[in-house]
């Protein structure tokens, strides 16, 4: 069973995602609204738009972890559930820091799906595990247990199983949410990483600033606001509209600053300023 | 007889040895207790003790049912408790899945149901209380030679399985999403690893009963966690604590003429307060928090 996932074809030459008439309905409401979208292989996307606005219902659609309402995802042409070359770094509160594990076992659980059932790690894969944690500037700490890594390091294991499993694309789910910004930088150079070895990325985030640092943007409320590169995506009436009242744009000498209210109980916050 | 202190020990240890039913006994009790440690260390680290404890209760009916068919064969007895244990662990996975109903409301639902179905199905037999006695708090001196050879192939069969299927064990104990994104068969992994818990649970019969049997899947795995780092060095050393109280246990219950699951049971507990003790005064002196 497994033999037949891995030998799965990939179509490189078309788009590395496709949705199409995407839509999902929790409860009555509707968490994603008829998306349709194409990421060609390659590229570096992020995600933004409010909370609530879907974001991680969409990397849960493309994981296959939720199924669609309706309509169609596609990842190098496969249905999702046909596929075992997409990542998803969630937030990671979800996992149990205490478990008896260590960080090169971690980075090991990315290849149980290559390695298919009844079939133990070889040195090879070793070598790769290896070879990704060096990618992620973590060689040195593969022996230690999980809970001795401090944020930005947990992240970072987490981008090395992905790079272990040999994942493209790769979906991060706010991974620079509660970091210092040493690690957040840390974080960003390992993306610039990935890009130049040409793995397709989506990145979920609040923060707009960042969002134009990406060869794209998709901005995002339920229904797809805008997709494109920053100057077509951050537009007054673009993100207006994803923010809806929540949103405040000021024109100032220093550039054009974006004022939202992304928690509801914090208060106005600035969510990035975009000059 | 001398007066050397290693003769008395070694009279001590040998004299229970002198009867069959307490080499059967000790062998099955040490058997019994490395299944549940291996199996426990996932129900520990998945956060399932309490769906192991009321799997062990629902098996209740079925072990009636088995008895009130075979008059006691225990062969008989143990196919229909380790086919309720399946039926069950698949019914609360499906009930909680199917309907709005959270799953420790489901497990509540069941395990309370089942076991009163097996006590009402027992209590139709005269001098019920002695059989319902036995399979609530075991009967580790009534084993016979079939009930060994029975345990110990299902232990090599658990063994075998956690050893082909550690990686995807391990990947849905850490990390249920990844099982989903890596593509592995989740549903089938669940279904196998609660067929492990049902065959623990109904092998520990002979030696804990019922009532007990959580402890015996929960104590030595969560005793072993406290001072392991990966899983296999885990499920050593819970292996070797629980067949280690299996064996103390009995001598003690032997000679202070005591229950002997309860026996079993308290020195399980005893190791893992003792582990605990000792892992908190380590803390201590090296300074750190005790509770990390």
Known sequence: MSKSKKKTEHSWTGPALELRNLSLRFDGHSALDNLTLTVDPGLSVAVVGPNGAGKSTLFNVLAGILSPGSGEVRIH????????????????????????????????????????????????????????????????????????LSGGQKQRMFIARALAQEADPILLDEPLAGLDIPSQDQILNILDDLKRRGITVLFATHDLELASRFDRILLLNRRLIAFGDRDEVLTTNNLTEAYGGTMQVIETPEGRIMIGDSGGHHGHEPVGRHG | ????????????????????????????????????????????????????????????????????????????????ALGTAVVTSVGIGALS?????????????????????????????????????????????????????????????????????????????????????????????????????????????????????????????????????????????????????????????YYLNVASGAAIVLTCTFFFILIWFGKSVMRKVKGLPVNN
């Open chain 1, 77 to 148: 042409g496969h249905l999702p559930a046909q596929h075992l070359c997409l990542a998803y770094v969630a937030q990671s509160s979800h996992v149990d820091w205490t478990f008896p594990v260590s960080v090169e076992e971690v980075v090991m659980m990315g290849r149980v799906g290559l390695l298919g059932l009844f079939r133990q790690p070889t040195r090879k894969d070793w070598d790769f595990v290896r070879e990704s944690l060096s990618r992620v500037h973590l060689e040195d700490l593969g022996r230690r247990q999980i809970s001795e």
């Open chain 2, 1 to 80: 007889m001398d007066m050397n202190p290693w003769g008395a020990m070694v009279d001590w240890l040998l004299e229970p040895l002198a009867f069959e039913f307490m080499q059967r006994g000790l062998l099955i009790a040490a058997v019994v207790g490395i299944i549940c440690a291996l199996v426990g260390c996932y129900i520990v680290l998945r956060g399932m003790a309490f769906l192991g404890d009321a799997l062990a209760h629902a098996i209740l009916p079925g072990l009636a049912v088995g008895y009130l068919v075979s008059a006691g064969d225990r062969g008989t007895l143990f196919w229909w």
């Open chain 2, 97 to 253: 899945r199917g309907v709005r109903i959270k799953q420790d409301t489901a497990i509540g639902i069941v395990f309370a149901g089942m076991f009163a179905l097996g006590i009402a199905l027992i209590s139709t037999v005269r001098n019920y209380a002695v059989d319902l006695t036995h399979f609530l708090f075991g009967n580790v001196l009534g084993v016979t030679r079939a009930d060994l050879w029975l345990t110990a192939g299902v232990g090599v069969a658990v063994l075998v399985i956690i050893f082909f299927f550690y990686k995807e064990f391990l990947v849905l104990s850490f990390d249920p999403t990844l099982v989903t994104t890596l593509r592995l068969p989740a549903r089938t992994l669940e279904v196998l690893l609660s067929i492990l818990m049902a065959v623990a649970i109904v092998v520990s019969l002979q030696t804990v009963g019922v009532a007990l049997v959580v402890a015996l899947l929960v104590t030595p795995a969560a005793a072993a966690s406290l001072v392991t780092k990966n899983l296999r060095s885990m499920m050593f050393l819970a292996s070797v604590i629980a067949a280690g109280s299996g064996v103390i246990g009995l001598y003690a219950s």
